[in-house]
Each structure stands twice: as C-alpha cells, then as structure tokens.
C-alpha cells in the first residue's frame, strides 16, 4: 500500500519562500497525478497545484501561479512545491494528494491517496 509523507512546512516571514516535500513509500508509484492543496482554519480545502506523473503537465490556482513550483522526480517517488513571496493568506495545512486514474486536477473528491498535512504559516 502506498503512504504520502510530506514535510518542510514552518514558519516564515510574507516574502519568504519554503519547499514542501511529499514521497510516495510502500511501493513505487504507478499513479496518474499527483498534487497539493490547502486548508486554511474555517475553510475548505482548496486546491493548489498538480502534475501528471507521466508527462510532468502543471496546473495550478491562480493565486499562486508566478509564485509557486510543483516538480515531481519519478525516482523518488516524490513531488515538491517550491512556494516563494509567500503571502499571510498562504497560511495553511497544506496536503499532499495523489490518484491513480484520470480525472479532474482540481477537485478534491478525484484523488484517493492524501498525506497527513503540514502547517505553513505566513507571519506578516
């Protein structure tokens, strides 16, 4: 059975930037996307970023494209969000997610497979 583990949340000041980590462990991955999104206090979870596993094809919200990386490295089994200027409203568990079938990038409902969530907090 495959795990995600993310790491490299924290604290950082509004401008800063932080990488977030996510390894697929178990077994290698075989998988159709994977991606992050984000739960702020009080509010859904909203997606950020994805990738497809194959052809490496990036998606992500609009309020961090020119801010936010997703890569993937496909022989570890991992996938990274590069996250720079961050803002206070970045502020969030951030969850790393993965499927192994077609579907929608952006929902939350098409992905089976969810890490344990890391804190990101944006002090301004």
């Known amino acids: 059975q495959v795990q995600l583990v993310e790491s490299g949340g924290g604290l950082v000041q509004a401008g800063g930037s932080l990488r977030l980590s996510c390894a697929a462990s178990?077994?290698?991955?075989?998988?159709?996307?994977m991606g992050w999104f984000r739960q702020a206090p009080g509010k859904e979870r909203e997606f950020v970023a994805a990738?497809?596993?194959?052809?490496?094809?990036?998606y992500y919200t609009d309020s961090v494209k020119g801010r936010f990386t997703i890569s993937k490295d496909n022989a570890k089994n991992s996938v990274y969000l590069q996250m720079n200027s961050l803002k206070p409203e970045d502020t969030a568990v951030y969850y790393c997610?993965?499927?192994?079938?077609?579907?929608?990038?952006?929902?939350?409902?098409?992905?089976?497979?969810w890490g344990q969530g890391t804190q990101v907090t944006v002090s301004s």
């Open positions: 178990g077994r290698t991955f075989s998988g159709y996307a």
């Open positions: 990738i497809s596993w194959s052809y490496g094809r990036t």
């Open positions: 997610a993965a499927r192994s079938y077609s579907g929608n990038y952006y929902r939350v409902r098409d992905y089976n497979l």
